[in-house]
């Protein structure tokens, strides 16, 4: 059994990521010890404790692996709210159309970003945006 409220909560805190999900219950049953109903209490923790896995287990796996110039395009991506536009990465970061493609697509493979349309990029990996902000303000 599972409280209701928890259990939305569980799901709005995910950002449509399946896995973090898996996470969040795990984490929240994992609290329960010997009862047999998961509390809203329990689904808190356990969203904490997920999500500080993320951080600590992906985004920052994640970060790790990206060279200075993925950094440097990602970082240029921060100045927009929601999407970026090819024309604004290219001016931003003072490289040639071709170059900022290479990377564009570097991200995308990553599962980093994702098209939004024609010329328009967004992050895909869910929390990364603010992952990598606090690490841009560390």
């Known amino acids: 059994m599972a409280d209701a409220e928890g259990i939305d909560r569980a799901v709005r805190s995910i950002s449509g990521f399946p896995f973090l999900l898996q996470l969040v219950g795990y984490r929240a049953w994992d609290l329960t010890s010997d009862s047999k109903e998961i ?3 329990d689904f808190d923790l356990g969203i904490k404790i997920a999500r500080d896995e993320m951080d600590n287990r992906i985004l920052a796996a994640t970060y790790r692996e990206l060279t200075a110039e993925d950094k440097r395009f990602l970082i240029a991506m921060l100045d927009d709210e ?3 536009t090819t024309a604004d990465l290219v001016e931003r ?5 071709q170059q900022v493609s290479r990377y564009r697509r570097r991200m995308i493979d990553a599962g980093i970003i994702g098209e939004r349309g024609r010329g328009l990029v967004a992050f895909e990996l869910p929390f990364f945006r603010d992952y990598l902000s606090a690490q841009c303000v560390k």
Do not use: Q
């Open 39 to 41: 509390s809203s209490r």
């Open 82 to 84: 929601e999407e970026s």
């Open 93 to 97: 970061l003072r490289r040639s159309p």
